[in-house]
């Protein structure tokens, strides 16, 4: 099985920034969450995180050797990067959303990270047929797993919300990936 999470909560991301590449600690919330996270998925035989001190810190809570892969780091939102999502001018939004090559200046495209993701997704596919391997990662780069997963598009990016601390489960059916979980967030309400 495959299981792609996102990290647990920083002060950042309750706060509402948009936060890519600047590489916060995890909250105390955000610890509690990576803690309920590694419990919920059980022993799992390979963690993989991207390079970010949030992720690599929710990996660790599941205990063992955690391989770093930097294809699974957020998105690059340039200088748009800790800024407060409501001071995006809504034509920006407006035309992030209508072209998957937009990105911010100094940023990274929807499409660049959706190459990238469904790359890391590819190499680790064959291995989820018979081991557990969990991805700790970022909203965005979730985003593109998921359009991976289901055969789609990245503008799917636009019409989906990742929570911190979210499990989504991919399976390994006859024909390909198999959508098992998305978005869950039961392991939480245990603490």
């Given at each position: 099985m495959?299981?792609?999470?996102?990290?647990?909560?920083?002060?950042?991301?309750?706060?509402?920034?948009?936060?890519?590449?600047?590489?916060?600690d995890?909250?105390?919330?955000?610890?509690?969450?990576?803690?309920?996270?590694?419990?919920?998925?059980?022993?799992?035989?390979?963690?993989?995180?991207?390079?970010?001190?949030?992720?690599?810190?929710?990996?660790?809570?599941?205990?063992?050797?955690?391989?770093?892969?930097?294809r699974?780091?957020?998105?690059?939102?340039?200088?748009?990067?800790?800024?407060?999502?409501?001071?995006?001018?809504?034509?920006?939004?407006?035309?992030?959303?209508?072209?998957?090559?937009?990105?911010?200046?100094?940023g990274?495209?929807?499409?660049?990270?959706?190459?990238?993701?469904?790359?890391?997704?590819?190499?680790?596919?064959?291995?989820?047929?018979?081991?557990?391997?969990?991805?700790?990662?970022?909203?965005?780069?979730?985003?593109?797993?998921?359009?991976?997963?289901?055969?789609?598009?990245?503008?799917?990016a636009?019409?989906?919300?990742?929570?911190?601390a979210?499990?989504?489960?991919?399976?390994?059916?006859?024909?390909?990936?198999?959508?098992?979980?998305?978005?869950?967030?039961?392991?939480?309400?245990?603490?």
């Amino acid at each position: 099985m495959l299981y792609v999470v996102r990290h647990g909560r920083t002060a950042a991301n309750a706060s509402g920034l948009l936060l890519g590449h600047l590489d916060p600690d995890l909250d105390d919330l955000g610890v509690r969450q990576a803690r309920l996270l590694a419990a919920a998925l059980g022993p799992v035989d390979r963690v993989v995180s991207s390079p970010l001190a949030r992720t690599r810190q929710t990996a660790e809570a599941f205990g063992i050797e955690v391989d770093v892969d930097d294809r699974w780091i957020e998105m690059n939102y340039g200088e748009f990067d800790g800024r407060p999502v409501a001071e995006v001018p809504a034509e920006t939004w407006a035309v992030w959303r209508a072209d998957l090559d937009w990105a911010p200046p100094g940023g990274e495209s929807h499409r660049d990270l959706g190459i990238r993701v469904r790359a890391a997704m590819e190499d680790l596919f064959d291995a989820s047929r018979t081991s557990d391997v969990a991805v700790v990662t970022h909203v965005s780069p979730v985003k593109a797993a998921l359009a991976w997963t289901l055969g789609v598009g990245d503008e799917l990016a636009w019409r989906t919300y990742v929570a911190p601390a979210s499990v989504m489960v991919v399976g390994a059916g006859p024909a390909g990936p198999s959508l098992r979980n998305f978005n869950d967030v039961a392991h939480l309400a245990e603490g």
